[in-house]
DNA sequence: AGAGTTTTGTATAGATGTTGTCCAGTTGAA
DNA sequence: TTCAACTGGACAACATCTATACAAAACTCT
């Protein structure tokens, strides 16, 4: 942060009284009456006023409501770290076990949102969010599932679910190409970006997730990363087309424990199988290799001679990463 | 300094007083009404007069009227913001929420964060986590970049240089596919991402993006689509691979004013050309094509046959956007 | 462990303040 | 004429304010 120029003409702009409460809730993740409350009961920060009496806090003020809410979703009570200067807040969430620094509470409880939905009626809004080629609106109900929706319960009710129906729909020609393509990349961007914003604590166990062929899509890839991530795993995420050897490179340079190769097409390619050979040989015995999507049973015998292990399902999957870790 | 902007070419002073409300209505995307609603309450702008009394828009109202739009779409009060100068309201609009909202972010704005501000500084941080294949710490450097950097500096100075180091040091043999991999990976989902989050107002006219071609990586179609939201146009993103009969549905289903064309690769092939051509058909006359990317001069003769623009500069862009709302 | 107390997040009601839109009437432009 | 733009007043919808209330969770103390 900038130093402080003390007695410099020109006003300090983080201490500038600017911002309304509607903004400030919505940076915060704090909703608004909470903010009154904090304000009203412990004197957690003290706003300006416009004129007419409506609230406007400074940057330094959005800080320190960060840092609160970081410590109250750490089991502090608000109470007791509600009068600390801003310094001791630092050192406070600076000491703050690592799996709980990321994972804060849920985001945002602010706007009255209408009653529970379910995975089906998502799914609904999603279908027709794609046939009208809005991706701002499928975003939002992706947006929407995951305050109603535990991860796995996304992954497998609604976003693969949405992904076969776009493709059949397409198939049959009731959508076109762009549909398709529309609901994919706002698909894919939704996924990674919840998967960059799980952060995985320190000393975690790495994942490599890679395809070693040339696919268009890369979402089952994607579904894998997110998986690993709720199994606790940190995961580097390479994408699609990646030879045997770079991948190796990827293992090695970072210590991997375990790669997951994507195999959605071709079926049955020699070229392909020798990659995966090729692979074992460089990445040594040590770390374990898991192969998934649409075509991954066609190489089975391939697999097998690796040892490595199919994992056709979030369950195989699951349960051939924690034997590693065994 | 920098002051490279991404403003209109014409020599002619900004502050010219030139443009009609309608004009401004159309490329603002704020009705009339509110136009006139703002300056009388709130003295927003000031723009000049005809000698009957018909106002008169210069590109410097154009420009704060589009940051006053973005920051009321984010919750701003126009009240509070509407007296800032034009620096204030370009610092309130680069601390926009970058993230997603519904997930937790990690931690932006605590103290631990040395100074590192300028482009330059942060590209050497986003090249060193690129030679580590720590995408994490690649995305906290864009997180990061997002808060210091205006939004045409950070795809002019950090995110295009970036990926043209990235490609360089690739092609010298002294970083691998990995690494590049994971950098386009996470500057895509990066880009998207900050698209998404950037809602334009309603009735603001629309603009589709995609490419004809197969393309690696979608990174110029989104930079394009940046640049456009920027423009205060709203964007809908096909990607790469589309048939121009899907680009024809698209704009037809939509109601999309202008199209722009990714053109990577290959250069000079007469299937993309005859796409082109096809394009321009099925569209008619009254929808704006745009092209831009490393191959687009190699088409250009048959951009000209179809009366298609040729856009390899943000200026020349955003001068053809404008162009099409006047 | 259990009863009582405190803390804390959320809810409601009623009174303003704020803002986008609309209307009526007028004037210049095409 | 017909259309676009101008002004100033009006208004409904929504945001925000204060104050009080309440239930669940957490804490205290036997």
Redesign the interface.
């Known amino acids: ?2 130093a402080n120029r003390d007695s410099a003409p020109g006003a300090a ?1 983080d201490t500038a009284p ?3 409460i ?2 400030v809730s ?2 915060t ?1 704090l909703n608004q009456l909470l903010l009154r409350a904090w304000e009203r009961r412990y004197g957690v920060v003290a706003p300006g006023r ?1 004129d007419t009496g409506r609230r ?1 806090y400074s ?1 330094l003020d ?2 320190r409501l ?2 609160l809410r ?1 410590l109250t979703a750490a089991d502090h009570r608000i109470g007791d770290v509600a009068t600390g200067t801003l310094d001791d807040l ?1 050192a406070l ?2 000491e703050l076990p690592p799996a709980a ?8 409880p602010a706007g009255t949102t209408p009653g529970a939905k379910t995975a089906a009626a998502l799914l609904d809004e999603a279908l027709v969010a794609v046939a ?2 809005q ?2 609106a499928l ?1 939002s109900v992706l ?1 929407r599932a ?2 109603h929706l535990s991860r796995p319960t996304l992954r497998q009710e609604l976003i693969q679910p949405l992904l076969q129906r776009v493709g059949e729909l397409w198939r049959d020609g009731s959508l ?3 549909h398709e ?2 609901a ?3 698909v894919q ?2 996924l ?3 998967n ?4 995985p604590a320190t000393g975690s166990p790495l994942l490599v997730v890679a395809s070693p062929s040339r696919n ?1 899509h890369e979402l089952g890839a994607l579904l894998a990363a997110s998986l690993g991530l709720d199994l606790g795993w940190e995961v ?4 699609a ?3 045997a050897e ?2 190796a ?2 293992v090695d ?2 210590g991997a424990r375990a790669v997951f190769l994507s195999l959605i097409y071709p079926p049955g390619d020699a070229v392909v199988a020798a990659q995966i050979e090729l692979l074992r040989r460089l990445v040594g015995p040590q770390v374990g290799i898991l192969a998934g999507g649409g075509s991954a049973p066609s190489y089975a015998t391939t697999l097998a001679d690796i040892d490595a292990r199919l994992a056709m399902a979030p369950d195989d999957f699951a349960g051939a990463l924690n034997e590693l870790l065994s």
Chains 1, 2 share one sequence.
């Open positions: 942060m900038p702009p600017r911002h309304s509607a903004v919505r940076r993740g416009t406007l940057d959005i800080e960060l840092l970081r630092r969430v600076a620094a990321g994972a804060a509470r849920p985001f945002p009208a080629l991706p701002g975003e947006e995951t305050m076109r190409i762009a393509h529309m994919s990349t706002i961007t939704f990674a970006t919840a960059a914003n799980q952060v268009r580097l995420y390479l994408g087309d990646m030879p770079e991948i490179l990827a340079i970072r």
